[in-house]
């Protein structure tokens, strides 16, 4: 972010906190919307859109020095909402490709890739983002502005940044009509070494998978 981008921010601080929650807030009811499973067709396409354009908010806060709250402790927020309904929705409507392999962090050398789910992923993302909407709807805005940066940096960010490589991967698998290794072969129970990914049986045309999630492969 540029020195006069930094200013603007702290000339408006309630400028920079009002574009981050709308940002936020549109992700929450777009990703709660697309778990309903009223359009299937189409949720690959938009999950990949909303998942970027969350991302855009996370890159403003990640670029903005440190926000530090008002208040040494964290206000009690009450009970958690429950995210588990909306990622077994997430899970039913993805299933034919919410597991995908993952490293989760690029700078540890030889790293094993693991298996993660895009349900688990997007649920996740949607808890941290929610617990810091709670503090922005009570009037504590900063309180909201340094937990979403905090988050952003120690959980949502690369939480939401793996399954957009994932969805992102997927709809380029199908648009450039290329086959994608059996999903069979990947278990979150379990580490997937390089090898075990080398391994994984039989191939699944992209074609198959192309329609039931609205998508379209290159003729």
Known sequence: MSDATLNAVKDHPDDFAVQI???IESFLVA?????????PDSAVPFLL???SQLLLA???????????????????????????DLRQKLATLLEPIDVYSEV??????????????????????????????????????????????FSYFSNWGSTASGALRALQSLV????LNQPLDDLDGLDTDEDLAEDALAEAAGRVMAEEIAGPLGLRTVK
Do not use: N
Request: glycine letters at 8%; one cysteine or more; aromatic letters at 8%.
């Open 21 to 23: 929650s709308d940002q």
């Open 31 to 39: 990703v709660a919307e697309v778990a309903k499973g009223d359009e």
């Open 49 to 51: 859109l909303e998942v």
């Open 58 to 84: 996370g890159g403003r806060l990640g670029a903005h020095e440190d926000i530090v709250p008002d208040e040494r402790y964290e206000p009690d927020l009450g009970p958690e909402p429950d995210v588990d």
């Open 104 to 149: 989760f962090d690029p700078y540890e050398p030889r790293k094993a890739p693991v298996a993660c789910r895009i349900s688990d992923d997007l649920a996740d993302v949607m808890a941290d983002l929610r617990h810091g909407m709670a503090h922005y709807r009570s009037g504590r805005t900063t309180e909201a502005l340094w937990w979403w940066q």
């Open 172 to 175: 380029a698998h199908v648009r």
